[in-house]
């Protein structure tokens, strides 16, 4: 997705029928590229996904112990397809012990 689908998204959801003025689609852009910063890279999802899913192992809130990753995994295809073998495959030898 573009800036342009980007502000038509923002314009149609907030039902304006005008363009934005400059300034609003800057606030909107800094506001995005902040909102990214603050993500997790896949790079570094891995380094801590087998402490997150040993957290849930544990009947403990990973996503209330690391947001960020649970935030990733909601958006993260890839990662998330990751989370759920290393989690199948944890739970499967936990029930064979």
């Not at 995994?73 to 936990?94: G, H, I, M, W």
Request: aromatic share 4%; glycine share 4%; charged share 35%.
């Amino acid at each position: 997705m573009n800036i342009q689908d980007i502000v038509k998204r923002i314009r149609i959801t907030l039902g304006l029928q005008k363009e934005l003025p400059n300034q609003a689609v800057l606030g909107i852009l800094r506001v995005l590229e902040s909102a990214h910063d603050e993500n997790l890279s896949c790079g570094q999802l891995y380094e801590k996904l087998d402490e997150y899913v040993e957290l849930e192992m544990d009947k403990k809130d990973a996503a209330d112990v690391m947001p960020l990753i649970r935030e990733h995994l909601d958006f993260c295809p890839d990662c998330c397809d990751e989370y759920e073998a290393l989690l199948d495959v944890l739970s499967k030898s936990a029930k064979k012990i």
